[in-house]
C-alpha cells in the first residue's frame, strides 16, 4: 500500500496532526495501523466513531478503499474463491470446439480421465493440454507423473510443440520457462505415486501448480499387480488411496487433474475398471482412424452430451481439423 503524509490531506487540524506526530503517525499507513479507542484517545474525541470517520474521510481521498466497497464489503474469502473462479477453465488453443462444448476449456477443477487404447494419442492431448497451461497468462505450473519411462521424448515434444507456437521466443527462453513451470516425475510403482501425491500439497503451493497429470495410471495399475497373488484387493487399496489423494488435491488447490486409462485391445474394457469411471468427473475417449488423424468423444459430463471433434497430430499438438495452422 502507498503512504501519503497526513499533513497533506487537509483533513486535520494543526493540532490534530501535532498529537499525531506525537505518537508516530505521520502517514496514511501509520493511521490504518491504530485501533479506534486509541485514536480518540489521540484525537481526544467525543466518541470512537468520530474518530473512525476522520479515517473513513482518509480513506475515500486516498482511494485506498472506495466508497462502493465499504457499501458493499466483501470477506478475503470471497474474493479469494471469485479469483479463483476466473482461473478454472484451461483454454485449449488449437480446439476451439472444445472450450465450446466445455463452456471455457478444460476444468481445472474437476477429475478427467482420457481413455483409449496404447498409442491412440493420449499423451499428445496431455501434452497439448500442458503446452496451452505453459502458455497461459498466469504464471502457472504443471507436474507430469511419468509411469511409462518416456522422461525424454515428453520433455522433447512439449519443448517442440512451445517452440512451433512461440517463434519469437528464443530456445533459452522457452528452456527455461519449461524448467522452471513444468516437472516430470518418473514413477515406477503405485507405492512411489502415492508417496509423491501425498507429498504434493507444499510444493503446489510453492510452483503455483495448477494442473496434475498422471500418463499412465491404467499401464501401472495392470503391470504392478496383473497375475499377483491377491493382486486385485492390493490394486483397488492403491487406486482408492491415489483417488482420495487427487480428489483432497484437487479441491483444495483447485487443481486440474488429467489421467490417463489404456483400453484392451480385444473389449475396449478400461483397465481401471467400474469404480473409477464414478470416481471422475469427466471422460474423452481417444480413439486413432489414421496415423495423424484421431476422435476425441465426450464419454462421460455433466455439463456435455455426446459429442465428438476430429483432430490430428501436429507440430502444435493436437489440433482441431477444422482449425487452419498459423502461417509461419
Known amino acids: 500500500m502507498s503512504s501519503i503524509r497526513l499533513a497533506d490531506l487537509s483533513i486535520f487540524s494543526e493540532k490534530e496532526l501535532n498529537a499525531l506526530a506525537q505518537n508516530g503517525i505521520i502517514t496514511t499507513q501509520h493511521l490504518l495501523c491504530v485501533s479506534g479507542s486509541r485514536l480518540r484517545y489521540i484525537l481526544d474525541t467525543e466518541t470512537v466513531a468520530s474518530a473512525l470517520e476522520l479515517v473513513r474521510k482518509v480513506i475515500f481521498k486516498t482511494n485506498i478503499v472506495s466508497e462502493d466497497d465499504i457499501k458493499n464489503p466483501k470477506t478475503a474469502l470471497s474474493l479469494l474463491q471469485q479469483h479463483n473462479a476466473e482461473k478454472l477453465f ?11 462444448l466445455f463452456h471455457g476449456g478444460l476444468s481445472l477443477n474437476s477429475i478427467t480421465e482420457i481413455v483409449g487404447q496404447s498409442s491412440s494419442g493420449k499423451t499428445e492431448f496431455c501434452l497439448t493440454v500442458a503446452c496451452d497451461l505453459l502458455l497461459g497468462n498466469y504464471d502457472f505450473g504443471c507436474v507430469i507423473f511419468d509411469t511409462e519411462q518416456k522422461h525424454t521424448y515428453i520433455l522433447s515434444r512439449i519443448l517442440e510443440i512451445l517452440k512451433k507456437r512461440n517463434p519469437e521466443m528464443t530456445d533459452t527462453e522457452i528452456d527455461d520457462r519449461v524448467t522452471n513451470r513444468c ?41 504392478e499387480f496383473m497375475g499377483k497373488e491377491g493382486g486385485i484387493f492390493e490394486r483397488a487399496s492403491a487406486l482408492q488411496t491415489e483417488a482420495t489423494l487427487l480428489k483432497q488435491l484437487n479441491e483444495k488447490f483447485k487443481v486440474g487433474v488429467i489421467v ?17 469411471f464414478h470416481f471422475v468427473n469427466h471422460r474423452l475417449k481417444i480413439s486413432k482412424i489414421e496415423e495423424t488423424k484421431l476422435i476425441l468423444s465426450v464419454q462421460k459430463s455433466a455439463v456435455v452430451s455426446n459429442s465428438s471433434i476430429s483432430l490430428c497430430t501436429d507440430r502444435v499438438g493436437l489440433r482441431e481439423i477444422s482449425q487452419p495452422l498459423e502461417q509461419e
Open 183 to 223: 516437472t516430470i516425475l518418473d514413477i515406477t510403482s503405485s507405492k512411489e505415486l502415492i508417496e509423491n501425491l501425498d507429498d504434493m500439497e507444499e510444493f503446489i503451493f510453492e510452483k503455483n501448480i495448477k494442473l496434475l497429470i498422471i500418463d499412465s495410471l491404467g499401464t501401472l495399475a495392470s503391470k
Open 260 to 276: 490417463t486409462n489404456t483400453l484392451s485391445q480385444e473389449s475396449e474394457h478400461a483397465h481401471l475398471g467400474v469404480n473409477w
Open 90 to 100: 484451461l483454454p485449449l488453443q488449437y480446439i476451439p470446439t472444445f472450450n465450446e
